[in-house]
């Protein structure tokens, strides 16, 4: 497997450092060739800088790309919007020769060169491609069977589609194919492809935030989840964060919202304090009791 960068983005590292720590306990346990590497910056954010300034959304966008271009790198990242972001602009400057030579002649200043040859990833279509169902299932001691998990793809894991084409636009089937391979049920919801809303939040728009939140939450404990599985910072913020201050005032869920390294890396045999599940504002220990509670499949461990 070719090298690849993790392009952690600002939100995991500085709101949700558990993430960081679930994924890279996930990657070493696969001894994937992964590198850090200095001088990311902001992807950028599209929803802001791209409506303020187009110009200054590109240039950081191929800034970033340069420093795994010239590494000879790919990238991974367990950030939706980052992989979207940068994916948006390194497609754009593809097709566009002229915008690709007035990007360079700037980045020249500063010593880089935009090529565009880095392949941009997101995790979960990166383990579904690149690392395999195969060897995720030999990593596994205990799977998931006996429970339901309501899956959260969020708009940025597959959109622009002509950018990333890496699933399904419209009816993806990878982060569903890693979850039964699990061995849980990926519930089929009516408010499965819909925008987590935590967008709105940016531009003060809070009740309205909670609303999304509440018709998906609402939805999902209807159908009795035992988990809202997701791999996106500002989808996490939404469902955990926004659902603790709603659950404060009164309206009671208990939907757990779990990142993908941390299902896969409970199934692993890596305890919830490990892996940071604990920093969690839902607490995750109801769905870590009845899965411990469960018989464990022939053929693998029980989970200790």
């Keep these: 497997m070719k090298e690849f960068a993790v392009f952690w983005g600002c939100t ?28 990311f910056t902001c ?24 420093l795994v271009d010239e590494k000879n790198y790919d990238l991974v990242s367990p ?39 880095a392949k941009l990833q997101h995790l979960i279509p990166f383990f579904h491609d690149a690392v395999g169902v195969h060897a995720i299932k030999q990593k596994m001691k205990r799977d ?15 959109r622009p589609s002509h950018a990333l084409k890496n699933d399904d636009p419209l009816n993806p089937k990878k982060f569903d194919n890693l979850i039964r391979a699990m061995g ?11 925008c987590c809303g935590q967008g709105l ?25 035992d988990a809202m599985v997701l791999c996106c910072p500002s989808c996490f913020l939404q469902f955990d964060n926004n659902q603790f201050l709603m659950e404060k005032e009164g309206e009671k869920f208990g939907i757990p919202v779990i990142y993908y390294t941390e299902l896969l890396g409970l199934s692993m045999g890596f305890t ?15 769905f ?17």
Aim: aromatic share 6%; net charge positive.
């Design 12 to 39: 995991i590292q500085t709101r949700f450092p558990f993430i960081e720590k679930s994924t890279r306990i996930v990657l070493d346990s696969f001894k994937l060739p992964y590198r850090d590497i200095d001088g």
């Design 43 to 66: 992807c950028p954010e599209k929803s802001l800088v791209n409506n303020i300034d187009h110009g200054a959304f590109v240039m950081t966008a191929a800034r970033n790309v340069a």
């Design 201 to 225: 939040d940016r531009v003060d728009e809070h009740d309205m935030a909670l609303h999304f939140a509440r018709v998906k939450l609402r939805e999902l404990k209807a159908l009795g989840a």
């Design 144 to 158: 998931f069977t006996g429970m339901k998990i309501a899956l959260h793809y969020g708009c940025h894991m597959i």
């Design 288 to 304: 870590i009791k009845k899965w411990e509670g469960l018989p464990a499949p022939r053929g693998l461990c029980k989970h200790l």
């Design 184 to 194: 849980a049920e990926s519930l089929q919801y009516m408010t499965k492809m819909m």
């Design 79 to 117: 950030c939706t919007g980052c992989v979207s972001n940068l994916a948006t602009v390194q497609s754009e400057l593809k097709v566009n020769p002229r915008e690709k030579d007035e990007v360079n002649s700037l980045l020249k200043e500063v010593g880089r060169e935009f090529k565009g040859t």
């Design 272 to 286: 919830a304090e490990e892996l940071g599940m604990t920093s969690h504002r839902v607490d995750c220990a109801p």
